[in-house]
C-alpha cells in the first residue's frame, strides 16, 4: 500500500468554484478530462470531486461555509492551444487572451470558466 493513490501526483491544485458540477463537465468537454472520486454534499452540491487532465489531477469543490469561492489560474501545456481555446468558448468561457506567441517559445492563451477559474493554456512551439 502506497501513500496516495495509484496515478496521483503528489501535488494537486485544489479549486473552489461556483459550480463544481459545471466545472467538472466543462473540463470534460474541453480537455477530455476523465472523473475520478467524487464525493456529493448537501442540495446538489459538490462537497469533493477530482478529474485528470493528461497527467495531472485537479481536485475541487462548491463553496461552502468557510470556504469561499477562490479566483484561480491554472496552466495547461495541450497538444493544439487553438483547437482548446476554441472548445473552450464554444462550451460558454470567456476570453481571456487569444493564443499567440509568448515570445517565450510558447503559444499561449487564455479564457475564465462559469465558475470563475482563469485556465491559461499553451503549446510550446518548435524552436
Do not use: C
Request: charged share 25%.
Amino acid at each position: 500500500m502506497t501513500y496516495k493513490p495509484d496515478g496521483y501526483t503528489s501535488a494537486a491544485p485544489y479549486l473552489v468554484v461556483d459550480g463544481a458540477n459545471r466545472t467538472i463537465d466543462f473540463l470534460v468537454e474541453v480537455f477530455g478530462a476523465e472523473r475520478l472520486r467524487m464525493f456529493p454534499g448537501d442540495a446538489g452540491r459538490l462537497a469533493h470531486g477530482e478529474v485528470r487532465i493528461d497527467d495531472t489531477v485537479i481536485m475541487l469543490s462548491d463553496a461552502a461555509n468557510g470556504w469561499p469561492v477562490v479566483p484561480a489560474h491554472v496552466h495547461v501545456y495541450v497538444a493544439d492551444v487553438d483547437r482548446i481555446y476554441q472548445r473552450a468558448l464554444d462550451a460558454g468561457a470567456v476570453a481571456v487572451k487569444a493564443p499567440v506567441n509568448s515570445g517565450d517559445g510558447d503559444k499561449r492563451g487564455g479564457f475564465r470558466d462559469a465558475g470563475g477559474t482563469t485556465w491559461w493554456v499553451s503549446t510550446q512551439e518548435a524552436r
